[in-house]
């Protein structure tokens, strides 16, 4: 059987530390798996606000997520903090993915890899959006080079 391989990218634009709470903990008595897109919201919000933007407003548009990977490489438990590293990559017309590499920050073991794919939306209009050219200059600025475009 095949499993999901989330490739990293080669940088990354921002990091962030999330404590696991009580509860995140699920019965196994380590991070519940259905947390880890918490987790991965959670720094994606923290990014966009450095940057001075909301999952509403990214340079007039706003993001809705259209996929989601979860590559998991060891548990995590209570107490422990988490770094959440993040880089975007493969900008395409009306979207990109952000990359996320999740370790226990005193130990630096990797917890994760997350892959989320983002489409930018017009709320008012209920459609699809183009990805605003400001937002792929100032990605480029930090460092991260989108991958061939399609």
Known sequence: MSRIKVELPK??????????RIGDINYGGHLGNDTMLSVAHEARVRFLMQHGYTEFNIEGSGIIMVDAAVQYQSQSFYG???RVEIGVEDFQK?????LYRITEKESHREVARVK????FFDYEKGKIAVLPEQ???KMRSHNIQPIEEK
Do not use: H, M, N, Q
Not at 11 to 20: K, L, N
Not at 116 to 119: K, N, P, R, S
């Open 94 to 98: 009306f979207g990109c993915d952000f």
């Open 116 to 119: 989320t794919g983002i489409v």
């Open 80 to 82: 422990e903090v988490l």
């Open 135 to 137: 937002f792929r200059v």
């Open 11 to 20: 940088s990354f634009a921002f990091e962030t530390d999330i404590p696991i």
